[in-house]
């Protein structure tokens, strides 16, 4: 069964960086095809795409944000880890990780709420 | 980038009903197409890829038709557990989603 679960603050202050960790398992991020992506949504609102890294280390973000965003990948520990710079109210949504091989979605995790408020 | 429009934006529609949902995209991207179903406070949960293949266990009033540059999701008869907002995503070149359908009950 493949399960990812993301984790992090609930709370940042703006001009603050965010770090958020997406622990795996049910998978490996060493195989040949496999990615995991973030993607956020804010309350209400449509979801976003952010960034993605696969199983080679190649790593793709968002056009948008990418000037604030750091991908990583810990394969021992099953985790990848999401930087965003410069935390702003406008980010405060829910953050989802989720595993793609061919390009779709599925599974993902549960998501967790971060609101940024000084 | 590729921009991915939806309509409608709400759909109000009662139990039984044929409904379909319209996702257009900025530039051709072939079949890269998937959708999804979400429900207040959950993940997302995938139904199509390849714009027209079930994903395994979704039922099959569900499906998925198009190619290029326009595509539907069809619900062939509406269940009460089919009310929930409803997203297509790209992923020809990178990702994006589209702006969502609520379908609500009418």
């Known amino acids: 069964q493949i399960t990812l679960k993301e984790s992090g603050p609930t709370l940042v202050k703006p001009t603050q960086t965010l770090t958020l960790t997406c622990t795996f398992s049910?998978?490996?991020?060493?195989?040949?095809?496999?990615?995991v992506g973030w993607i956020r949504q804010p309350p209400g609102k449509a979801l976003e795409w952010l960034a993605l890294?696969?199983?080679?280390?190649?790593?793709r973000y968002s056009p948008s944000l990418k000037s604030r965003l750091t991908i990583t990948k810990d394969t021992s520990k099953n985790q990848v880890v999401l930087t965003m710079t410069n935390m702003d109210p406008v980010d405060t949504a829910t953050y989802y990780c989720?595993?793609?091989?061919?390009?779709?979605?599925?599974?993902w995790g549960q998501g967790t709420l971060v609101t940024v408020s000084s | 980038d590729i921009q991915m429009t939806q309509s409608p934006s709400t759909l109000s529609a009662s139990v039984g009903d044929r409904v379909t949902i319209t996702c257009r995209a900025s530039?051709?991207?072939?079949?890269?197409l998937a959708w999804y179903q979400q429900k207040p406070g959950k993940a997302p949960k995938l139904l199509i890829y390849?714009?027209?293949s079930l994903e395994s266990g979704v039922p099959s009033r569900f499906s998925g038709s198009g190619s290029g540059t326009e595509f539907t999701l069809t619900i062939s008869s509406l269940q009460p557990d089919d009310f929930a907002t409803y997203y297509c995503?790209?992923?020809?070149?990178?990702?994006?989603f589209g702006q969502g359908t609520k379908v609500e009950i009418k």
């Open positions: 989720a595993l793609t091989t061919l390009g779709w979605f599925d599974p």
């Open positions: 390849k714009a027209s």
């Open positions: 049910g998978f490996s991020l060493s195989t040949s095809g496999v990615g």
């Open positions: 890294i696969y199983w080679d280390d190649d790593k």
């Open positions: 995503q790209q992923y020809n070149s990178l990702w994006t």
């Open positions: 530039q051709s991207i072939s079949s890269w």
